[in-house]
């Protein structure tokens, strides 16, 4: 679990893609490896939610509560970050996490995420470039499905 | 009643120490007879018994000692005793003893005046301080807000402090030196009416003159006064605002505002010795007038043979008896100027109106009546100090056992209503009654008990935890303090003379049953509830871990805590997460601690907090060059420098993610950037000693998991222990005490009670590893007992100068719980917990309807916030837009 891996690790989340790999070092080095053993949550719906985490090794599902009860929607996997928007805004857990077998994740802390945006403009920059890419994507599926719905 | 200060200084002494001040003069005036004829003494000795004046012939005997009562009026005098008949060696015995006996009594007489004198100033002084503190203790409450508390603490210590030496002075100096002066000018007058009219002229100009001059230096003096505590205030304001003063790089701003008011100051002394010197200058030059004219006109006078050469002798010689009382008194006249003034501009300062009458805040130790009803406001509105509208007609009940809500934002007049019922401000407008009676005319000892405010901003005295916990409590002395420690009658009798109140400081002053408990026992069973319910006993609780074992073990013995720690490694093995933790074990490196703490394997004194710091020729270090540890030290400590320097080097110091990186303060990152460029490619054996000691130093401060440089090899971690063994050997015996080793069959007194406990740390990166061991050490310390133990460790935690220490939330939640703990009739809760997360406060909330209602008796609350999540819990919900009630309703 060397610095050089995880900024590796880092540099495969979407949110971080265009980040400079020297960034993404201090990033790691802020950050911190947690182990979850399977059956433990990595975040409860509807808690407040103030660091993201991303998959080393395991698997996790991805759980919502519905009014028929609870459903599974997702299982994540390696590289795959949970939470990226916690350490964004404040707002509670939409979803609840659930370790299927032991995870290894990296931590990213909200305070600390923050303080490399405040510290290297150009990493918000990117930051930005990434979160303007996934808004195009999602007004342009958004439209899909709307003129999917009038059709 | 007049509750003014008295503001003639004067008028003031007298008042409250007349029949003293009369006492002292008497004392004085039977003093003089001995201290004149103790003058006359040592000539009738030397021209007696020495010189052999009157003892022409050996067997000549004389009278000594006559006592005649003489007319200066003229000769005739009446001899009440003709005096003892002796010889001139009895005359010499005679003479000397007498004179002997006169020093004593003069002495005596001396000893006691001053005594008298500086008991009685003490007196005063101690008096008009109580005063003082009193009227601050009853100042209306937005007086609080004008004030600077450093200027008043600056008045009552400082400013008041002259006035004790002078009190004793007030009445009886200047008796003493008018009848000295008045006697020597009678003397003058008596010998030659036209010289003693010039002498009556020239004082009187010295009298009227001097004190004119003087009238300047007395606004000096003001000036120099407030511009003293102004400055005071201002020091105190740097202080407490220095934090801010230098994040946001105000220092030399206020470098120059000091300079500004120094320079002030500077100017307004200099002028005030200006003209000190000058008037001292006029008025020797007049006392010397009057010889002059003595000289020069007694002198024609005498020649013309119009004045007798033997009066005018008498003239000079008497005058010599005239300057010095004179300066004296226009000294104490000034030094009367001077503290007039400054008693009068202390108690302009402190003649508030309208002041709380004393028997509102009387002392009460029987049970205070309950409110009697309902809450009720008519066409009540309120002002700010401005004469801005903070709520306007409001027309509402609350009932006492009511549980309501008030919502609406800052400044829109939810909050008034809180303060409106504390009486932190009176209606401008309007009717406010509690049952029966106006809520403006409860007495403080009802208000102070029946309602309880918690604001946004509670204040807490320096002290511990517990202290501040109970100090809603305080509010008589309840229970005798302890045998033979009871006020002594020296001390009662000390506190009448000096108007103080007789009450006991060591008594016992917390109410036990408002808290609802008798004993110790019962106490602290209603602290933990009361900590629980605002959230805060976990904190506490922590605190209470994180003591050292050493720090008084009161309560629970070391076997207990050993016996926990037995039973916590069954328990932990037992269970799914026995890696939670990671033990100690001798022989084994411990990943969890840093290469220094491996190394010492234990802990340290409190003097001893950053082993690293050691200078690098401590013997400490003695075991350093054992195995080559300093060689492999140095290379790692390196090698995390390199790293560090390369990814900070270019952030600026003050990057908070460095806080998480501590093992290279940021400062010193160029420092460490040029060692790095000095040391590369030299051989560890050429590296100068300091050079190698930095880079030990960051090694040994390394910690793998909080870290994550991945620097350490099995090679070394074997090492690391091995040094253990030599570290303890090698330790000099100076250095032995303020270490304790691990030990598992042992507490080690300087490790904290978690580490004692555990005998391990808890294990980074395993999530919830934190919390299972926390619910698995309670649960322990539980079946135990000694739950309450570590509370109380926990309590003991000094908060600081208004909890400064605590957090802001922390400080919030304390001060709810300390209101909580008196159980007061009605709760209100003015924005009081808004530095904490809405869950936490719905959480608290909950807890405390739940205890308003099931507790018997219950409570009222009023919970006045912005948020509506948190009004839903409550039965009533008030909403305030703009200083008005805008809906009032009631749910279920």
Known sequence: MSLEEDALLLAKVELFANVAPRRLKLLALASSRVLFAAGQDLCVEGDEGYEAFILVSGEADVKIKTLTGVATVARLKRNDIVGEMAILRDMPRTATVTAVSDVSTLRIGKQDFLNLLKEFPEVTVEVMRSLAERLARTTSELANLRSAAKA | ?892
């Open chain 2, 1 to 892: 009643m007049n509750d003014r200060m008295e503001p003639n200084l004067f008028r003031y002494i007298w008042k409250h120490s007349r029949r003293q001040q009369i006492w002292i003069l008497i004392v004085v005036a039977l003093s003089m007879p001995t201290y004149f004829l103790a003058f006359d003494i040592p000539k009738q000795i030397v021209n007696g018994p020495i010189q052999g004046g009157g003892f022409e012939t050996p067997d000549a005997t004389q009278k000594v000692m006559p006592v005649v009562i003489g007319n200066p009026f003229g000769d005739q005098s009446f001899t009440l005793f003709e005096g003892f008949e002796v010889g001139r060696m009895g005359a010499l015995i005679a003479l000397s003893m007498a004179f002997l006996g006169y020093v004593i009594i003069n002495g005596w007489f001396k000893l006691y005046i001053n005594t008298y004198k500086g008991r009685l100033g003490e007196r005063m002084l101690r008096r008009l301080r109580y005063q003082l503190v009193d009227r601050v203790l009853r100042f209306p409450f937005p007086q609080y807000k004008r004030v600077r508390s450093s200027e008043i603490a600056t008045m009552i210590k400082d400013e008041v402090d002259p006035l004790g030496g002078f009190i004793g002075e007030a009445f009886a100096t200047p008796a003493f030196l008018v009848g000295q002066a008045g006697a020597a000018l009678l003397f003058i007058m008596l010998q030659s009416w036209a010289l003693g009219l010039v002498t009556l002229a020239i004082l009187m100009v010295q009298t009227i003159l001097i004190p004119k001059l003087r009238a300047r230096l007395r606004d000096l003096a003001l000036q120099r006064q407030l511009t003293a505590r102004d400055l005071s205030g201002r020091v105190s304001e740097i202080v407490d605002g220095a934090i801010d003063i230098r994040l946001n790089d105000n220092t030399n701003f206020e470098r120059a505002d000091i300079a500004d008011r120094l320079a002030k100051i500077f100017f307004i002394r200099f002028d005030f010795y200006q003209w000190k010197f000058m008037v001292k200058f006029i008025n020797n030059f007049l006392a010397q007038f009057t010889p002059f004219v003595f000289y020069l006109g007694g002198g024609i006078l005498a020649i013309r043979g119009s004045l007798d050469i033997g009066q005018l002798v008498a003239v000079i010689a008497a005058y010599k008896d005239l300057p010095g009382p004179i300066k004296e008194l226009i000294d104490w006249d000034y030094q009367r100027l001077d503290v007039q003034v400054k008693y009068t501009q202390v108690v302009n300062a402190f003649d508030v109106s309208p002041l709380a009458p004393p028997d509102t805040q009387a002392l009460q130790t029987e049970s205070v009546p309950l409110l009697d009803g309902p809450f009720v406001f008519r066409q009540v509105s309120a002002m700010d100090e401005s004469g801005k509208t903070l709520l306007e007609g409001l027309d509402l009940t609350i009932d006492l056992h009511e549980n309501v809500a008030a919502v609406g934002t800052a400044g829109d007049g939810a909050e008034v209503l809180g303060e409106l019922i504390a009486r932190l401000i009176m209606p401008s407008a309007g009717t406010l009654n509690a049952g029966s009676q106006s809520l403006t005319s409860l007495p403080e000892w009802e208000t102070g008990r029946r309602i309880g405010y918690v604001s946004a901003e509670p204040f807490f005295a320096h002290g511990t935890a517990r202290e501040a916990l109970l100090s809603g409590l305080r509010h008589a002395p309840f229970r005798p303090p302890p045998e033979g420690s009871g006020l002594t009658p020296l001390f009662l009798k000390e506190a009448t003379a000096s108007g103080n109140p007789q009450f006991d400081r060591r008594a016992d002053w917390v109410d036990y049953n408002a808290v609802g408990a008798q004993t110790e026992e019962e106490l602290a069973k209603r602290i933990t509830e009361v900590l629980a319910l605002v959230n805060l006993q976990e904190d506490f609780y922590a605190f209470g871990l994180r003591t050292k074992l050493s720090d008084a073990t009161e309560g629970a013995g070391e076997e207990m805590f050993l016996n926990a720690r037995r039973i916590f490694l069954e328990r932990l093995t037992e269970g799914d997460n026995a890696a939670d933790v990671e033990p100690f074990v001798l022989t084994q490196f411990n990943s969890q601690l840093t290469l220094f703490q491996n190394i010492s394997f234990g802990a340290t004194s409190t003097r001893i907090t950053v082993p690293s710091e050691f200078p690098a020729d401590s013997p400490l270090w003695a075991f350093l060059t054992e195995d080559e540890l300093d060689r492999k030290l140095y290379q790692l400590g390196r090698e995390a420098s390199a790293v560090i320097v390369d990814l900070f080097g270019e952030v600026s110091d003050n990057m908070k993610i460095l806080e998480r990186l501590d093992l290279i303060d940021p400062v010193k990152l160029p420092d460490y950037s040029a060692l790095l460029g000095r040391t590369e490619g030299v051989d560890f054996a050429s590296v100068s000693t300091d050079d190698r000691r930095k880079f030990i130093g960051v090694a040994l401060n390394y910690n793998e998991p909080r870290h994550r440089l991945d620097l350490l090899s099995d090679d070394l971690r074997d090492a690391i222990v091995r040094a253990r063994m030599s570290f303890r050997e090698r330790l000099p015996p100076e250095l032995a005490a303020e270490f304790s080793f691990h030990d598992p069959d042992e507490i080690n007194p300087y490790a904290s009670l978690q580490d004692n406990i555990l005998f391990g740390r808890i294990v980074d990166g395993r999530a919830g590893a934190v919390d299972r061991v926390g619910t698995l050490l309670r649960q322990i310390l539980e079946e135990l007992g000694l739950s309450y133990a570590v509370l109380e460790r926990g309590l003991k935690y000094e908060i600081g100068s208004g909890g400064r220490r605590l957090s802001l939330s922390q400080r919030q939640q304390l001060g709810l719980a300390r209101v909580l703990l008196r159980r007061p009739q009605f709760l209100v809760v003015n924005r009081g917990l808004n530095a904490l997360d809405n869950r936490t406060v719905e959480r608290v909330v909950r807890g405390i309807l739940d205890m308003a209602k099931s507790s018997s008796p219950g409570f009222g609350v009023l919970w006045i916030t912005s948020a509506e999540s948190q009004a839903q819990l409550f039965g009533r919900t008030l909403k305030f837009a703009r200083g008005a009630l805008i809906s009032d309703e009631t749910t279920q």
